[in-house]
C-alpha cells in the first residue's frame, strides 16, 4: 500500500513514545516484494545487526488482510519499562487505524459505484414497467406520453441518498475549513500572547460563546487583525 501518510500518524506515534519512555520509533512501509522503507522515524532508530544495549518492540500495521507496515519502538538497556508494553499495544491498535485512513476513499466510492448501479437498475425497472403498462391499457392518443413523461421525470429526479451526500460533503468540508483557521488562530494566539494550544482553543471557544459568533468567524478576526494592533 504505497499513499500519502497521514499527518496524524507523527504527533500520534510521538505521544506513544513519550508515555512509554522509548528513546526513539519508526514507521516502516511494506512493499508487496516485502522490502521495507522508512516513512516517519524520531530518536534512536531499530538496531540493526548483533547491536547491543537497545531494546525494541513491534507492530504490524494492517491494510485489509495485509501487514503493509511495521511500527517499532526502541528503549535503551536490556528491558522494556514496567508498563510501556501494554501502553504501547493499546496505541498500536489506534496508529493501526490511522494507517488504514488513506483507504476509506477507495471504499466510500466503491460503495457509492454499488448504489449508483443499483438505483439505476431501479430506475430503469419502474420506466419499463409503467411503459409496458401503458403498453397493456391503450390510453387517449396523449395521454400515455404525458404520463409517461410525468412517471420518468419522477423516477429520475435526485434520489435521497444523493441529497444526503451532498448535504454531508459541504457539512464535513465547513468543518474541515473551520478547523484550518482555528489552528491558524491558535497558533497567532501562542505566539501574541504565549498561550499554550489548550488555552488558545479555549479562548476561541469562550469568544465564540460569548459573542455568538461561529468559531469560523471568531478566528477569522484573529487572523485578519492588523499587525499594529496585535503588537499593543
Known sequence: MSHELPRSLYPLTMLAAREAGAA??????????????????????????GETGL??????????????????????????PAGAQSRLERIAAVVEGVWRLPLAPASYARDA????????ELADSKIADRARGLLANEAPPGDAIDTMVRHVESVLRPGQLRTVLAQLTEEIEQEISERELANQAKAILQSRYGMSE???HVHLRLVSRKSRKRLRDVARD???????????
Request: without cysteine; hydrophobic residues 40%.
Open 24 to 49: 526513539g520509533f519508526a514507521i516502516h512501509q511494506i512493499d508487496p516484494a516485502g522490502r521495507r522503507e522508512v516513512k516517519l522515524d524520531w530518536g534512536l532508530p531499530p538496531p540493526e545487526g
Open 55 to 80: 531494546t525494541v518492540t513491534s507492530f504490524p500495521l494492517h491494510a485489509g488482510d495485509q501487514a503493509t507496515g511495521i511500527l517499532t519502538f526502541v528503549f535503551r538497556g536490556a528491558v522494556i
Open 113 to 120: 459505484a454499488r448504489i449508483g448501479e443499483l438505483e439505476s
Open 198 to 200: 489548550d488555552q488558545a
Open 222 to 232: 484573529v487572523i485578519q487583525e492588523p499587525p499594529a494592533k496585535r503588537a499593543r
